[in-house]
Protein backbone atom coordinates (compact mmCIF):
# COMPACT_ATOMS: atom_id res chain seq x y z
CA UNK A 1 0.00 0.00 0.00
CA UNK A 2 1.55 3.35 -0.89
CA UNK A 3 0.97 6.31 1.06
CA UNK A 4 0.88 9.75 -0.54
CA UNK A 5 1.79 13.35 1.22
CA UNK A 6 1.30 16.50 -0.03
CA UNK A 7 2.86 19.73 1.70
CA UNK A 8 3.92 23.21 0.18
CA UNK A 9 0.48 24.66 -0.61
CA UNK A 10 -0.71 28.43 0.84
CA UNK A 11 -1.88 31.53 0.16
CA UNK A 12 0.31 34.27 -2.91
CA UNK A 13 -0.05 36.72 -4.78
CA UNK A 14 -0.44 36.50 -8.42
CA UNK A 15 2.85 36.07 -10.39
CA UNK A 16 4.27 34.61 -7.22
CA UNK A 17 5.46 31.10 -6.59
CA UNK A 18 4.92 28.17 -4.81
CA UNK A 19 6.98 24.48 -4.90
CA UNK A 20 4.27 21.94 -3.57
CA UNK A 21 6.08 18.49 -2.97
CA UNK A 22 4.42 14.82 -3.07
CA UNK A 23 6.69 12.49 -0.47
CA UNK A 24 5.77 8.38 -0.80
CA UNK A 25 6.23 5.86 1.44
CA UNK A 26 4.99 2.04 1.69
CA UNK A 27 6.71 0.61 -1.00
CA UNK A 28 10.00 -1.12 -1.92
CA UNK A 29 12.46 1.18 -2.87
CA UNK A 30 13.30 -0.49 -6.52
CA UNK A 31 9.82 0.38 -7.22
CA UNK A 32 8.71 2.73 -10.55
CA UNK A 33 5.40 4.35 -11.05
CA UNK A 34 4.28 7.89 -12.86
CA UNK A 35 3.36 10.26 -10.77
CA UNK A 36 0.80 12.86 -11.43
CA UNK A 37 -0.46 16.58 -9.97
CA UNK A 38 -3.23 17.15 -10.36
CA UNK A 39 -6.01 20.11 -8.89
CA UNK A 40 -9.62 20.52 -8.55
CA UNK A 41 -11.25 24.08 -8.07
CA UNK A 42 -14.23 24.43 -6.15
CA UNK A 43 -17.24 22.91 -8.67
CA UNK A 44 -14.78 21.84 -11.28
CA UNK A 45 -13.56 18.74 -12.56
CA UNK A 46 -10.05 17.20 -10.92
CA UNK A 47 -7.57 18.66 -13.72
CA UNK A 48 -3.83 16.46 -14.37
CA UNK A 49 -1.55 19.14 -14.41
CA UNK A 50 2.45 17.15 -14.88
CA UNK A 51 3.04 13.76 -14.56
CA UNK A 52 6.74 12.27 -14.26
CA UNK A 53 8.29 8.52 -14.24
CA UNK A 54 10.08 7.77 -11.02
CA UNK A 55 12.31 5.63 -13.12
CA UNK A 56 13.49 7.84 -15.56
CA UNK A 57 13.64 11.25 -17.26
CA UNK A 58 9.93 11.66 -18.85
CA UNK A 59 8.06 14.59 -18.01
CA UNK A 60 4.27 15.40 -19.28
CA UNK A 61 2.42 18.70 -18.62
CA UNK A 62 -1.02 20.04 -19.85
CA UNK A 63 -1.23 23.11 -21.86
CA UNK A 64 -2.57 25.36 -19.45
CA UNK A 65 0.58 24.99 -17.08
CA UNK A 66 3.76 24.05 -19.31
CA UNK A 67 5.99 27.16 -18.99
CA UNK A 68 5.06 27.96 -15.83
CA UNK A 69 5.02 24.67 -13.90
CA UNK A 70 8.36 22.12 -13.63
CA UNK A 71 8.06 18.64 -12.10
CA UNK A 72 11.00 16.65 -10.90
CA UNK A 73 12.00 14.30 -8.32
CA UNK A 74 13.76 12.91 -5.59
CA UNK A 75 13.92 9.49 -5.90
CA UNK A 76 16.65 9.40 -2.27
CA UNK A 77 13.75 11.40 -0.48
CA UNK A 78 10.91 9.29 -2.50
CA UNK A 79 9.50 13.23 -3.04
CA UNK A 80 7.55 13.97 -6.18
CA UNK A 81 7.92 18.39 -6.28
CA UNK A 82 5.84 20.93 -8.37
CA UNK A 83 7.67 24.17 -8.84
CA UNK A 84 5.04 26.55 -9.68
CA UNK A 85 6.03 29.93 -10.67
CA UNK A 86 3.95 32.97 -12.59
CA UNK A 87 1.30 31.70 -10.19
CA UNK A 88 -2.67 33.22 -11.21
CA UNK A 89 -6.10 34.01 -9.38
CA UNK A 90 -7.39 30.96 -11.87
CA UNK A 91 -4.76 28.46 -10.31
CA UNK A 92 -6.67 28.85 -7.27
CA UNK A 93 -7.13 24.60 -6.50
CA UNK A 94 -6.55 22.10 -3.98
CA UNK A 95 -3.62 20.33 -5.22
CA UNK A 96 -3.57 16.33 -5.55
CA UNK A 97 -0.38 13.77 -5.79
CA UNK A 98 -1.71 10.40 -7.27
CA UNK A 99 0.54 7.53 -8.37
CA UNK A 100 0.57 3.89 -9.94
CA UNK A 101 -0.72 4.52 -13.09
CA UNK A 102 -2.80 1.91 -14.91
CA UNK A 103 -2.38 2.84 -18.60
CA UNK A 104 -4.73 4.94 -20.86
CA UNK A 105 -4.95 9.06 -20.48
CA UNK A 106 -2.48 10.59 -18.11
CA UNK A 107 -4.99 13.17 -17.18
CA UNK A 108 -7.37 10.79 -16.25
CA UNK A 109 -7.82 10.79 -12.14
CA UNK A 110 -9.30 7.14 -12.42
CA UNK A 111 -6.15 5.54 -13.54
CA UNK A 112 -4.56 6.14 -10.95
CA UNK A 113 -4.55 4.20 -7.61
CA UNK A 114 -2.65 6.03 -5.25
CA UNK A 115 -3.52 9.56 -3.89
CA UNK A 116 -3.10 11.78 -1.05
CA UNK A 117 -5.31 14.40 0.74
CA UNK A 118 -4.21 17.34 -1.07
CA UNK A 119 -2.81 20.64 -0.27
CA UNK A 120 -4.85 24.00 -0.48
CA UNK A 121 -2.96 27.01 -2.71
CA UNK A 122 -4.63 30.17 -3.09
CA UNK A 123 -3.47 32.95 -5.23
CA UNK A 124 -5.15 36.16 -4.82
CA UNK A 125 -4.49 40.18 -4.24
Known amino acids: QVQLVESGGGSVQPGGSLRLSCTAS?????????MTWFRQAPGKEREGLAS????????NYAGDVKGRFTISRDNAKNTVYLQMNSLKPEDTAMYYC?????????????????WGQGTQVTVSS
Open 98 to 114: AADFRGGSLWAAEKYNY
Open 26 to 34: GYTSNRYMT
Open 52 to 59: IYTGGDNT
